[in-house]
């Protein structure tokens, strides 16, 4: 269980141990949470929130935990806490159709017709994009092949698609489709990178030798900005960059970058990018995805499908079949966007405008250090000889610029028992098969008390798994 | 201006003349409206919606009509009114996500992760599909380009795709741009069907025949079910029939069709179809589309695009990157679906279960034949000398069974004035450019009552704007 290796995550772990001597507690009491907790400049936000009750999640044991008490939500990573003002934005709307009916298209102050794009300016300032850099459409798997239709063109000589071994299902199987759908055979044109024997992560020094050394015969760089199992945060500067000197096109998949980390896609002049927002965008199941095209392909890289929603506005409505295309990634939008999901995404997009990327980046990277402290503190150190048994090990970076919110504890030892056992206690995180529990602490509505208390839970979760298993309970 | 020429039609209208005469009325009497609603046995159903007034509707005119009233609405066609149970599933959902947050996608009575499933047997039964024949994503195009991708495979001989001249303007990109991705040539390969000279719709002879004619090169039939400015109804069964002789692809877009006219999609032996829910099936604006692809096509036509929805349920979570593909449309869903979109076309789709397609069909054939007589003998009979201005013309086929609720009058002068004046006194239409007046009674919450407003307001409009046209008045 190796914690701690990089000079910066040593300089925040020295910054949490200085804080805790000035305040005069101890770095594992729970009143160094508390302490943490009431000089953070962000903490009201979590009032924007809604956060589940224990008694209300089913899997939760009233014997264990007190019902009243707010759940330990750390899956804000898999779907993000409702933001209260979702309601108030919906019924808006839903009082406007049930008013203005068909007129809600263009009168009122979300006009449907272009609701999305009334949004879109802070969406583009979360990935560092101009506002005609980004559009809110689709959900994110069929962003991606939109995308990729237009940004992969394979040629007898450069026709792979760099990915990493551990892509995300969908990402694999868009990628693998798109291979084929030019009659070429996706074991050959799919470059998967994999971590060094015995590693859990990438380490940029291959992934940029690999684009060095292969990059002739590669048209496609598509990776995710933070890895959504390993939760390692690719250098996606860099990425570009070396992607660019090979002449390859490079995109990324942000579904666990967004709302996360900070992201600077024009100025790192990705060409392409897409995203959803049920995660840290808090949209709700199946909201609007995002997508990205840099302002330099606008007039070079142009969709492959259209719709009458990439038409020019003057000339949408006239029913004449003439399309003037819009350049640039709004030109690939299809059908009229979804009243109910921008929404849902405009209460979340203000509280991030209101917050701030860097604000939140920087509480991030203090509450995380903060989580990997105590988990080696309070499991590690406390509890070393029983954990053995479980083989713990912690796969995310150490190192904070390689990282989000999230850590990843592989459990390849009675993984599924230590879930139900968080659970039963009211805490909420996930496990990706067959073995990796996910914690991400959400620096826009968690707190440090929800770190604290959330070591303490997985300790005693860990500990009666343990117990259990030594009595043979199942 | 030429009105009831079939049979059928002149059977509609001497139904609608027995029955004024054995309640003693006038059949162009308001009481006749009254008599007809208080013998509709749907007539309960319009509460189910919210009918806009007068006065929320900023272009009407409080010195013209009472701002208490509701609203003429006719343009259910283009946006439907709002079911109002859709605030209570939408707040349901919410509620469960405050609650449960990620837990939501397995709990409850609505699970996210099939929500799309647990509605598709309704939405089966209007279309007249098997449940596994039908999948809800996306928005419409989109959808047209993914069955398309699946569907459309030109060879040297056959690489046409016949659609109507008057397409849809998205159906018309989509349809060009997929034989672009062929790199085929749009203008020799889309096969466009025209009216005969000075004619306004197709005469299903003259489709049959072209089919017949053209059909070696025709790769792809694709129509709309009810055409959306003409109103016409295709013969689908005809056409699929004519198509499938000629070793065609018969595919329909039914935004115009669907919860509008009985559809028996399986029966009819239709290849594949899509349609979007926020017309007739009052799903608000962007709602998620619907696609439909045959049992019979379900293991021989796949997906060319794929993600990870497409993967079967027990496989989709195990982050294994192993495909085992959902055969038929279900396979064809790439993102996971989202829940307020499901909400809003559940609490429609109940609505249609309720009432049945035949019940409403039966009542909307009656519904729109009133319109036309009222048309004729209020408008025609009544003003003929001064509506000769306005070059007025029905351009909808008169026969019932070649038409939905839709009735289009082309004005070919001044039709936005026309428009102004309804809107002014309550009504809502539209217009499509140039000068086409589509005008809806829609059957779910229409009632006799609306329409006789409405031809008392038309007739009200085309005097005003004449009046305002001799003196000048702009
Ligand atoms: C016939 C037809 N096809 C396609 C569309 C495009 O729909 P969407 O924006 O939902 O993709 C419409 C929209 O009104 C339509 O009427
Ligand atoms: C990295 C990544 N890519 C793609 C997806 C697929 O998303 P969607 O269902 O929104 O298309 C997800 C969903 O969790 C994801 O995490």
Redesign the interface.
């Known amino acids: 269980f190796c914690f701690l290796t990089s000079k910066f995550s040593a300089d925040m772990v020295e910054q949490l141990l200085t804080l805790a001597q000035d305040w005069g507690v101890q770095v594992t009491d729970e009143s160094f949470a508390r302490h943490l907790d009431s000089n953070d400049p962000l903490h009201s936000f979590r009032q924007r929130f809604?956060v589940?009750?224990v008694k209300?999640?089913?899997?939760s044991d009233l014997g264990l935990v007190n019902g009243e008490e707010q759940?330990v939500?750390m899956?804000g990573n898999?779907?993000g806490?409702?933001p209260k003002k979702?309601?108030v934005y919906?019924?808006e709307e839903?009082d406007k159709?049930?008013?203005?009916?068909?007129?809600?298209?263009f009168?009122g102050a979300r006009p449907?017709v272009y609701f999305d794009e009334i949004i879109s300016s802070s969406m583009a300032s979360i990935v560092g994009a101009k506002e005609n850099e980004v559009a809110l459409m689709?959900?994110?798997?069929?962003n991606?092949?939109l995308l990729l239709l237009a940004f992969y063109k394979p040629t007898a000589k450069r026709n792979k698609i760099l990915l990493e071994e551990k892509?995300?299902?969908?990402d694999?199987?868009?990628i693998?489709?798109?291979i084929?759908?030019h009659n070429l055979d996706p074991t050959s044109c799919m470059l998967l990178v994999t971590p060094r024997e015995g590693e859990q992560t990438l380490r940029r020094e291959d992934l940029l030798s690999t684009i060095e050394r292969e990059g002739d015969t590669i048209a496609v760089i598509l990776l995710s900005g933070v890895q959504y199992?390993t939760g390692q945060l690719f250098d996606m500067a860099s990425i570009t960059h070396a992607g660019h000197n090979m002449g390859c096109v490079v995109g990324f998949d942000l579904a666990h970058a967004v709302g996360n980390v900070e992201l600077s896609l024009h100025e790192w002049g990705v060409d392409f990018a897409c995203w959803?927002s049920y995660k840290y965008l808090n949209s709700?199941?199946?909201?609007v995805?995002g997508a990205f095209v840099h302002e330099k392909c606008m007039h070079s890289v142009k969709?492959?499908?259209?719709?009458?929603?990439?038409?020019d506005r003057e000339n949408?409505?006239?029913?004449?079949?003439k399309?003037k295309l819009i350049p640039g990634v709004r030109g690939f939008r299809?059908?009229?966007?979804?009243?109910?999901?921008?929404c849902?995404l405009q209460a979340s997009l203000e509280i991030f405008t209101e917050a701030s990327m860097p604000a939140l980046r920087k509480k991030s990277v203090q509450l995380t250090a903060y989580l990997e402290l105590l988990l080696q503190r309070i499991i590690n150190a406390e509890s070393k000889e029983q954990l053995k048994r479980l083989k713990l090990k912690m796969i995310t970076p150490t190192d904070p610029v390689q990282r989000g919110c999230q850590l990843s504890l592989q459990i390849p030892m009675l993984s599924q028992p230590v879930l139900q056992e968080l659970e039963r206690r009211g805490a909420?995180c996930?496990i990706?098969?067959p073995n990796i529990l996910r914690v991400a602490p959400v620096p826009l509505y968690n707190t440090f008390g929800d770190v604290h208390r959330f070591v303490k839970l997985l300790k005693d979760s860990f500990l009666a798994v343990i117990l259990k298993d030594q009595n043979n309970i199942p």
Chains 1, 2 share one sequence.
């Open positions: 809604h589940p009750l209300d999640i089913p899997k759940c939500y899956a898999s779907l806490l409702q979702v309601k919906l019924e839903l159709w049930a008013k203005l009916a068909v007129h809600g298209h009168d449907w689709n959900g994110l798997t069929v991606l092949h892509a995300f299902p969908s694999y199987f868009v693998a489709s798109q084929e759908m199992l959803c709700g199941a199946g909201g995805a969709p492959v499908l259209i719709g009458w929603w990439g038409n949408r409505f006239t029913m004449e079949n399309l299809l059908s009229n966007p979804s009243i109910f999901l921008s849902s909420m996930d990706r098969e």
